[in-house]
C-alpha cells in the first residue's frame, strides 16, 4: 500500500506542478507538451518505483520476521526518495515558471509566443497530411480495386450472343458457346480459351472454332472496358493486338464481355457478346 501512495503522490505533485504552469503561460501548444510529459512518466513510474526501492517482497510462509522488517524498512526508504524526487522535480518546475514570467518571449503578431505559430502551423500541417493521405487516396482507389477484384479469377463461357449495334438486341449467335474458360489473375495476366459449336464438322486437325490467346488484362473503367493485349494467339494474324472488351454484370453476377462492333458478311455493325460464369 505505501508503493501506491508514493506512486500516487508522486503523480499528483507532479500534475499539480505542470497545471501551475499550463494556468500561468497557456500557449496552446503546451498542452499538447503537458500531456506527453505526464504520459512519459506514467509510463516511466514503474521502473522509478523499482529504482527507488519498491520491489515485490516474497511474503510467503517462508519469510522469516526480519525479511519482513527489512523489506519494509527498505520500502519505506524508498518512499522517502520517491517524495523528495517528486518535490524536486515540483519544484524544477516552479523555478522555471517563475524565470518565465520574469524574462517572458516576446510574442508574435497573433498573440503567440515565439515558436508557437511554428508549431501549430507544424501540426495543422501534419493534420492535413494525415487527411489527405487516409482519405483522398485509399477513396479514389477504391472503386477499381474493387473491380478488379470482381473480374480476378476463372470463368467458364456459358453463352454466345450478338448483339446489333443501332438498336442494342442481342440474339443468339449462329455458332454459340461449346465450353471455354476465362482467367484473370491478381497480377495482371489472362489466359482466354472459346470453342463454338458445330467443330465436329471441321477437317481433322483445324482449329476452325476455336479461340485461344494469352497476355495482360488492364482495365478501363471509365470506358468501361478491359483490355486482353495478346502476347501470344493461335490466330498469328492477331498476336500482338490489344483487344476492348466491354464488360457488364447481370443480376445473377454473370460477366458479358462484348467486342466492338464490326460489320461483316455485308450485316449491320454487330458485336459478340460472350457471357461467363465464374468458377467457385
Not at 506512486?7 to 503561460?25: P, Q, R, S
Not at 518565465?100 to 500541417?125: C, D, E, F, N, T
Not at 487516396?137 to 448483339?163: N, Q, S, V
Request: with cysteine; hydrophobic share 45%; aromatic share 6%.
Amino acid at each position: 500500500m505505501r508503493a501506491w501512495r508514493d506512486a500516487l503522490l508522486f503523480n499528483v505533485l507532479f500534475a499539480a506542478a505542470a497545471a501551475g504552469v499550463y494556468l500561468a503561460l497557456r500557449p496552446p501548444e503546451l498542452g499538447w507538451g503537458i500531456l506527453a510529459l505526464v504520459a512519459a512518466y506514467n509510463l516511466l513510474l514503474p521502473l522509478i518505483a523499482a529504482r527507488a526501492g519498491h520491489r515485490p517482497v516474497d511474503r510467503g510462509p517462508d519469510a522469516g520476521a526480519g525479511a519482513h522488517g527489512r523489506a519494509d524498512a527498505g520500502g519505506a526508504a524508498g518512499g522517502h526518495r520517491l517524495r523528495r524526487a517528486a518535490v524536486l522535480r515540483a519544484g524544477a518546475v516552479a523555478y522555471r515558471l517563475r524565470l518565465r514570467r520574469r524574462h517572458p518571449p516576446p510574442r508574435a503578431a497573433g498573440g503567440l509566443r515565439a515558436g508557437g505559430g511554428r508549431a501549430v502551423r507544424g501540426l495543422l500541417a501534419g493534420l492535413a497530411a494525415l487527411l489527405l493521405s487516409a482519405c483522398a487516396a485509399p477513396g479514389a482507389m477504391e472503386p477499381d480495386a474493387a473491380l478488379k477484384a470482381r473480374l480476378t479469377g476463372t470463368w467458364k463461357l456459358i453463352e454466345i450472343r450478338d448483339r446489333d449495334a443501332a438498336t442494342g438486341a442481342e440474339t443468339p449467335a449462329a455458332r454459340g458457346a461449346d465450353g471455354g474458360q476465362l482467367i484473370y489473375t491478381a497480377n495482371g495476366r489472362l489466359s482466354v480459351q472459346i470453342a463454338r459449336t458445330g467443330r465436329e464438322h471441321a477437317p481433322a486437325g483445324s482449329a476452325d472454332g476455336f479461340s485461344s490467346y494469352f497476355g495482360r488484362w488492364t482495365l478501363c473503367p471509365d470506358e468501361p472496358c478491359v483490355v486482353h493485349h495478346q502476347d501470344g494467339n493461335l490466330n498469328f494474324a492477331q498476336q500482338g493486338e490489344a483487344g476492348k472488351r466491354y464488360y457488364s454484370f447481370d443480376e445473377a453476377g454473370h460477366l458479358s464481355l462484348a467486342t466492338p462492333p464490326k460489320a461483316q458478311n455485308g450485316r449491320p455493325p454487330a458485336s459478340s457478346v460472350f457471357v461467363w460464369e465464374r468458377i467457385p
